[in-house]
């Protein structure tokens, strides 16, 4: 090679690496976006119903399922518009339905996909949380997620509750974390290391160790079913199916894990 080609290999390098310092910038710049924005929107949640118990409002006379499902509702609202909203404000750039995966209505092949990502998601889910057992000191698998629903009584009460955390939350969760973040993220970085990163933040907002783990081993296969479909409507089918079997689990029969094991 002579040294003028050689300069030019180098010269051509030199050129790309800010380039590709942008794009691995990403993985921390768009996980922590999407986490500000969703800390942000519980802050300015919190502050709406401080002002409003301020005003003379009684909160207390509500029903809590109801303030439970009008909360959630409000959190994941104003997440979405600040992490999807605010960038499209300083930017101007048009917001494409299908950048989140939302081109299509599902189709069957997204419907197909879902049972055999819940079984995929069961047995990943099931060996990471044995393996951490074996390397996690004090480790407790059983521990329960606190939903914000407990001591359901009236109908309208398990309603809200499926609606909310069935319905609802995959939805709003699905979109912002496998549509935005790492729909994004794919396009700067290789898409394992998008999925990781999005699997990461996905199980850490979900609390404790049991939940956060379980919660990262789905998002693992929310992330392929996006990927591989190309859109976000299996994932969301998935992530249904699985909250809808914890609801079950939770408020339906609670007793039923404790009977298959005896």
Not at 153 to 163: D, K, N, P, R, S
């Amino acid at each position: 090679m002579s040294q003028n080609s050689s300069e030019v290999v180098e010269a051509d390098i030199d050129s790309k690496q800010p380039i590709i310092r942008r794009n691995w910038m990403m993985l921390i710049i768009l996980p922590a976006w999407v986490f500000v924005g969703f800390f942000t929107a519980e802050l300015l949640t919190g502050g709406l119903f401080w002002l409003a118990a301020a005003s003379g409002i009684a909160l207390k006379s509500f029903n809590q399922s109801v303030l439970n499902t009008v909360i959630a509702a409000i959190v994941y609202l104003l997440t979405l518009a600040i992490v999807i909203i605010i960038p499209w404000l300083l930017r101007r750039r048009a917001i494409k339905i299908a950048d989140f995966g939302l081109s299509h209505w599902p189709s069957w092949s997204d419907i197909f996909m879902t049972p055999a990502g819940f079984v995929v998601y069961i047995i990943l889910s099931s060996l990471l949380i044995l393996l951490a057992t074996r390397i996690l000191p004090g480790f407790n698998p059983n521990q329960v997620q606190n939903t914000g629903f407990e001591h359901l009584v009236q109908g309208y009460e398990y309603i809200l509750a499926f609606t909310t955390l069935v319905i609802v939350a995959p939805i709003a969760e699905e979109i912002l974390f496998r549509g935005y973040l790492f729909g994004k993220l794919k396009q700067y970085i290789p898409v394992w290391v998008a999925a990781i990163a999005t699997s990461l933040l996905f199980g850490a907002i979900h609390g404790s160790w049991d939940v956060a783990i379980d919660t990262f081993a789905l998002s693992l296969v929310l992330c392929y079913l996006r990927e591989t479909t190309g859109s976000i409507w299996s994932s969301i089918l998935l992530h249904i199916l699985k909250n809808g079997i914890a609801f079950y689990l939770l408020f339906i029969y609670p007793t039923l894990l404790t009977t298959l094991v005896r």
